[in-house]
């Protein structure tokens, strides 16, 4: 990592540091979750449109989570969004985050492509896709955007985009401390502290979290040299500082600075032998996988990640306009080692080495929210540096190489693939609203994109002769994103929109593979009618949304032989609905239901089954076929209630249902390369004194302990077309106490 942000943390020391200043706070302050003591539903403030709008008066289908809650709950990464948000799914293949919106999402799991789910922090939008599923602490608020977001949002948000935004200093001195104890060694501590610095009209903000988990899967050869104890672990250190100042010129500056270390054995990689095959270390060792998706058995893993960002913003009135610039720089770093066989036999093992620089810029400049042409106009620059190795060294039986030779001969396979690539893009867009009158408003939003990739790949296949170093790659992608809407406030409780617009996905080059031409770049045409109302004097919400999309040259990846290809779907189309419902039944009670509905189709598309089965397979028509990792329902329940307070004491319960159907993990939707539909249940519930400096909280996840498959991978014949598969966690419960200053 070249850039380290060099910092010691501990519990005992980052916790005294917060502690500290209790006795010093002149002002005492509660960051809780949102209450639920009214019975209405409260109004909801987004920047969704870069600029601050309410959520029943924004022409786009937003969900927004609560930080607070989030903590609570346990809940804070990125597949967590995937139980409170319809139509997202989310899987981790390989270390490398895959989080789909709309049926749209990360299908790279090696460097030289972009996910389709366009994430920014605190503004600045993340580019790296193995590095930006840390944990989201000390968070005001996750606003999620569904639907494609081309012209505001800029370079691939074909399927939507996400902000994760930071709590901001405050005015007056305020902290929080968090202890949180649980199963399989869970140990965690958050916490922070805010105020006023006392010069230069600024206030400050230091927060912190630790977290630490032995691991949900045991390592059966646990105790052999190099082994690790237990998979699925985790240990990691998080700290931000941030200054908000306040300049004479009415304007104000935010500087955050970020610093995030994880050092643990990594993700645990269940193993099922595919009918048919003959698995090598089977045939050469006698070793097979263990049954039991809590167990496995690996000679090696780690995983280490570093972090380092740094974001500054920077926001002054300029007459009855607004002017924001940002800039943001942030450096990765991600060591990533597994066995990949799943035996007792060092069979197979995959390494992964990448580092990551990113540079982003944004300037706009935005009109009054009080005009009646209300407009937004803005540029922006990116640059992405990143660096990766790829190395998978494996056992092969000879047979597959020189026929009739005994089964049980060993023929070792080496490789490493990867290199060097660089993303430079630069942007204009605008944004345009003009009322007609009172209730009709037309909306209209446009940017010009330039993206350059330039990459120096290296592909080594030392048993075959193949020595490729330095192969220089190019792709180009010009795009402009357009979108043109109409919306009304056909009553004071009743707001309704309709939009058509298109989003572009950058050409992708597969880093190490050396591809006689780099993926083409994505497009997307989509229309969507959304509407959003209150009820019963804001005691009911129903907000919903009709949608679909034509995709073109969809970018989807698969393991060829013994790489990951990519290629692109000439054409494919997604329809669905969503539906948002929040209801207030009476004071201190709030029920939530939201359900998705997909049908998302290849509809122009034909691919040979390559895995498993030799180069060469014949080609099937996969029209009709669902797209890989979507489900095409989803359903998520909520009840909350705060109740009276009983001898001075507040409980509140929690519970959350989430129901999703069936997933198919390839183009070709084989019933026994999918995850069932399957419907989690997670209960939390709290005790506060009225008032009162502290709370104690607990919540359980995954309640009936349903065994849960997140995504697979089926490598090729060589491998003996094995099939790797990633679980989501069992029944797991954590215990927090938290202390308010």
């Known amino acids: 990592m070249k850039s380290k942000l060099e910092v010691g ?40 449109v870069r600029r601050e709008t309410s959520l029943q008066r924004t022409a786009e289908a937003v969900s927004v989570l609560n930080g607070a809650t989030q903590r609570e709950r346990g809940e804070q990464r990125l597949e967590n969004l995937q139980t409170n948000v319809p139509n997202v799914s989310f899987s981790s293949t390989s270390n490398t985050s895959q989080l789909y919106v709309r049926g749209i999402g990360n299908t790279f799991i090696i460097a030289g492509g972009d996910p389709g789910v366009a994430m920014y922090q605190d503004g600045a939008y993340v580019s790296d896709t193995t590095s930006n599923n840390t944990s989201m602490f000390d968070v005001a608020r996750v606003e999620v955007l569904r639907g494609p977001q081309g012209a505001l949002y800029g370079r691939n948000a074909v399927g939507g985009a996400i902000n994760i935004i930071s709590a901001a200093p405050t005015s007056s001195w305020q902290g929080r401390i968090d202890g949180v104890v649980g199963d399989d060694g869970r140990r965690e501590s958050e916490g922070y502290v805010s105020g006023p610095l006392g010069v230069a009209d600024t206030d400050v903000r230091l927060s912190y979290q630790l977290r630490a988990l032995d691991g949900y899967t045991k390592n059966l ?24 100042t306040r300049l004479p010129t009415a304007g104000e500056l935010r500087v955050i600075a970020s610093y995030f270390h994880e050092s643990d054995n990594g993700a645990a990689l269940g193993v099922k032998p595919t009918p048919g095959f003959l698995y090598p270390a089977e045939a050469i060792f006698g070793a097979t996988p263990a049954a039991d998706p809590r167990r496995t058995q690996a000679n090696v893993g780690s995983n280490k990640l570093e972090v380092a960002s740094f974001n500054a913003s920077y926001v002054q009135p300029v007459g009855d306009n607004v002017l924001t610039v940002l800039g943001a720089y942030r450096d990765a770093e991600q060591t990533y080692l597994n066995d990949c066989d799943g035996t007792s036999a060092l069979a197979c093992s995959y390494y992964r080495h990448t580092t990551s620089q990113d540079y982003y810029g944004d300037i706009h400049l935005a009109s009054s929210d009080d005009s009646r042409l209300r407009w937004l106009v803005g540029a922006t620059y990116l640059q ?17 190489f020189v026929p009739g030779a005994a089964a049980n001969l060993p023929f ?8 060097r690539v660089r993303t430079e893009a630069l942007a204009a867009y605008a944004d345009v609203r003009y009322a007609l009158n009172d209730i009709w408003a037309v909306t209209g939003q446009i940017r010009y994109g330039e993206t350059d ?21 190019n792709a180009d992608t010009n795009s402009t994103p357009f979108r043109v809407g109409i919306e009304g406030q056909l009553k004071p409780n009743l707001f309704v929109y309709a939009k058509y617009g298109t989003a572009v996905k950058d050409a992708a080059i597969n880093l190490g593979a050396a591809q006689a031409a780099p993926v083409r770049s994505e497009e997307v045409k989509s229309a969507e009618f959304g509407w959003k109302s209150s009820w019963l004097e804001q005691r009911l919400q129903i907000n919903g949304a ?14 060829v032989d013994i790489q990951v290809g990519l290629a692109n779907a000439p054409k494919a189309r997604i329809q669905g609905a969503e539906l948002e419902i929040v209801a207030a039944p009476a004071a201190g009670l709030r029920l939530t239901l939201n359900g998705g509905y997909l049908k998302p189709t290849f509809r122009k598309f034909t691919n040979g089954r390559t895995i498993p089965g030799p180069v060469g397979s014949p080609v099937e028509n996969l029209r009709g076929n669902d797209l ?22 507040t409980p509140g319960f929690d519970v959350q249902y989430a129901w999703r159907d069936r997933v198919y993990f390839s183009e070709f939707n084989d019933k026994g390369n999918s995850q069932k539909p399957v419907g989690l249940l997670n209960i939390a519930a709290s005790l506060a004194p009225e008032n009162g400096p502290w709370r104690v909280y607990g919540f359980v996840h995954n309640v009936t302990d349903e065994t849960v498959i997140s995504g697979t991978t089926v490598y090729a014949g060589i491998l003996g077309a094995e099939k790797a598969v990633s679980y989501t966690p069992p029944r797991n419960f954590g215990i927090g106490v938290a202390l308010t200053f």
């Open 9 to 48: 943390v501990s519990l005992s020391a980052l916790a005294g540091v917060i502690a500290s200043f209790t006795a010093a706070a002149p002002a005492r302050a509660e960051e809780t979750p949102q209450a639920t003591t009214t019975a209405q539903v409260e109004e909801v403030i987004v920047t969704a």
């Open 221 to 244: 050869l646990k105790g052999q040299p190099g082994a690790p104890g237990r998979l699925d672990d985790l240990k990691s250190q998080a700290i931000r500082f941030q200054t908000l």
């Open 384 to 400: 992405f540096n990143q660096s990766q190795l790829n190395q998978v060294s494996f056992l092969s039986r000879l047979p597959y």
């Open 412 to 419: 070792p396979v080496n490789t490493a693939v990867g290199g």
């Open 453 to 473: 990739k330039r990459a120096l790949e290296n592909s080594v296949f030392p048993e075959f002769g193949v020595f490729l170093y330095g192969v220089p790659t």
């Open 546 to 559: 009709l949608f679909h999309s034509n995709y073109t040259q969809l970018q989807i990846s698969q393991l």
């Open 628 to 649: 890989p990792y979507v489900p095409r329902w989803t359903v998520n329940l909520g009840f909350n209630y705060s109740a009276p307070p009983i001898a001075g004491l």
